[in-house]
C-alpha cells in the first residue's frame, strides 16, 4: 500500500508563488521511479481535475488553465513530486492532490494541501 503525503499549501496573494511537494512511501518499492505521476485539484464546489503530469523521463503536460505558470518535477530517488505554481490566481484556489496520471489504478488519496489565493 502507498501512502502520499502533500505538503507547501498556504495562503497567497495573487501573482504569489507556492511550491508544493509531494511524498511518496509505504510499500512502493521502485514504482514511483516508473510511474507516470500528476496533480490534481479540487476547488470550493467544484470536481477534482487533473492539473498536470510527468513522464518518468521528465516529460510535463499541463492543463491549459496553468500553462506557463505551473511547473511539474519529481525526484525518483527521493520518491517525491513537486509542483511549482507561479503567478498565482483566484481561480486555482483549491486543495491539490498527487496521484498516478490518468489512465491507470489511482492510488489511495493523501490528504492533499490547500491553496488560497486571496488579497
Known amino acids: 500500500q502507498v501512502q502520499l503525503v502533500e505538503s507547501g499549501g498556504g495562503l497567497v496573494q495573487p501573482g504569489g508563488s507556492l511550491r508544493l511537494s509531494c511524498v511518496a512511501s509505504?510499500?512502493?518499492?521502485?514504482?514511483?521511479?516508473?510511474?507516470?505521476m500528476a496533480w490534481y485539484r479540487q476547488g470550493p464546489g467544484k470536481q477534482r481535475e487533473w492539473v498536470a503530469s510527468?513522464?518518468?523521463?521528465?516529460?510535463?503536460t499541463y492543463t491549459n488553465s496553468v500553462k506557463g505558470r505551473f511547473a511539474i518535477s519529481r525526484s525518483s530517488a527521493k520518491n517525491t513530486l513537486y509542483l511549482q505554481m507561479n503567478r498565482l490566481e483566484p481561480d486555482d484556489t483549491a486543495a491539490y492532490y498527487c496521484?498516478?496520471?490518468?489512465?491507470?489504478?489511482?492510488?489511495?488519496w493523501g490528504q492533499g494541501t490547500q491553496v488560497t489565493v486571496s488579497s
Open positions: 496521484n498516478v496520471a490518468p489512465g491507470v489504478t489511482l492510488w489511495d
Open positions: 509505504g510499500n512502493i518499492g521502485n514504482t514511483f521511479g516508473r510511474t507516470i
Open positions: 510527468v513522464t518518468t523521463s521528465g516529460g510535463t
